[in-house]
């Protein structure tokens, strides 16, 4: 095979930036060599992150300067240089003059297959409260007093288990524990000492739920030896006359707080919220909240099952019994304070993700979708949960093209080494809460990386 580079004609790149003319694919090669290909660079363009689970790139310098921050360091290449990134390692290019360089990417086949975008058996929890919409909703057989699907969850008593690919049949954890890195994304891993950190759920009120709250970190590593609980509520829909309940209206006394317990008018204190579709609130441990008859939501929060159960007009549990009280360790946990306003405001754009909550916690987006979108998340060096709230779409991931099909009432989990995807909805309309712990703005070092770019011309 002979070719010549001015007989080749130029194609976009997957960086978003420059072009590249192809000198051997990977069905001409037969071999595990993706391609090889001659990029030219414009100066002062800046790629998208990126990253590969089962590909290793290289770069040979023909022509001109860049800088690759790889992992959070910069490498200045010039003429001349040869630049080698393993697989698993985030990577971004910023043309300092014009570039010209050759690129070979090169599959690592022991790697392929073992990471993709993740979907679960059914995890449905009974609750006293609960109904049968969520089975309904989801097609499964009826069940008596589901009241939450743990979609994506490492916590007892309902741990996710795969219904897809490799790991098909693998509990979440195991296979976290296989790869953390990879599949929570490194800073993440560090952080949360290679655990998964959120739970997603889709929660039934078949009946009032029980006024509650949440500990912080610091009271619950101090009571518990565990997580704290932070949550958000994202509304799926409500009936008439349906309510959450979210926040103090009035500013109690520990003394008032435990008279109301008592003589049971606790939610009279409370700031009572009507419902839209849409609505979203966030829940900070220490804040109280219950959520009425009538309502079903998703819930993100820590990954975490400690509940304060506060007042809970005095029914019996599934098992014939009266549900435990938390009274005295509520009071430590609640926080009193009135706020101004406790459901958050966002603008829903079509096409584009919206941030509805974003938090040290973690970080949820909207998206309304009605064509295709490129979602690229390598910068957030975590996870993506992508939870499906109405409609139907494909979820195609770029370096891999491994792809799922995502349904209403169901999520998947994205690992972090491949967190550039696109989303392609197969309905007229296509609804998803997108949630991952973001990084990216809370890393003083990316923060640094980024001024040094912006200084320098980017």
Partial sequence: MQKHLNDIQPAHTSYEM?????????????????????????????SAMHIHPDLQDAFFILQGELDVRINGVVHHCKKDDFLFIESLNTYQLHAITDVEMMAIGCVIESQR??????????????????????????????????GESWEVSTVEPAQSVIANGTWAGYELREVINKMPQAILGKSVAQKYNNQLPLLVKFIDANDDLSVQVHPNNELAMKE????????????????????????????????????????????????????????????????????????????????????????????????????????????KALDFKVYKEYKNKYKEIVNDASICVDTEFFTVRVLTLKESIHRNMIKFDSFVIQTCTHGECQIKIRSTQDSITLS??????????????????ITETTKLLESYINNASQNPLR????????????
Wanted: aromatic share 8%; proline share 3%.
């Fill in 224 to 331: 518990h030896n565990e997580l704290g609980k932070t949550e958000m509520w994202y509304v799926l829909s409500a009936d008439e006359g349906s309510h959450i309940y979210a926040g103090f209206q009035e500013e109690l006394t520990i003394d008032q707080y435990h008279q109301r317990v008592a003589d049971g008018t606790i939610l009279e204190a409370i700031a009572k919220h009507e419902l839209q579709t849409g609505d979203v609130f966030y829940l900070p441990a220490g804040r109280i909240h219950a959520i009425s008859k009538g309502v079903r939501l998703v819930e993100v929060q820590q990954s975490s099952d400690l509940t304060y159960r506060i007042y809970d007009y005095n029914r019996m549990g599934l098992d014939g019994k009266p549900r435990t009280l938390h009274t005295d360790l509520a009071a």
């Fill in 113 to 146: 297959t073992k990471l993709y975008p993740i979907l679960f058996e059914p995890n449905l929890v009974q609750k006293v409260w609960g109904g049968e919409y969520l089975t309904q909703w989801k097609q499964l057989p009826d069940q008596q007093n589901i």
């Fill in 447 to 458: 923060r640094m990386i980024s001024q040094f770019f912006h200084m320098s011309g980017a």
């Fill in 408 to 425: 209403e009432g169901h999520s998947c989990l994205i690992p972090a080494a491949i967190a550039d995807y696109e989303i392609i909805p």
């Fill in 18 to 46: 420059g072009m590249k003319r192809v000198l051997l694919s990977a069905n001409e090669s037969g071999c595990s060599i993706t391609q090889i290909a001659i990029l030219t660079l414009k100066a002062g363009e800046e």
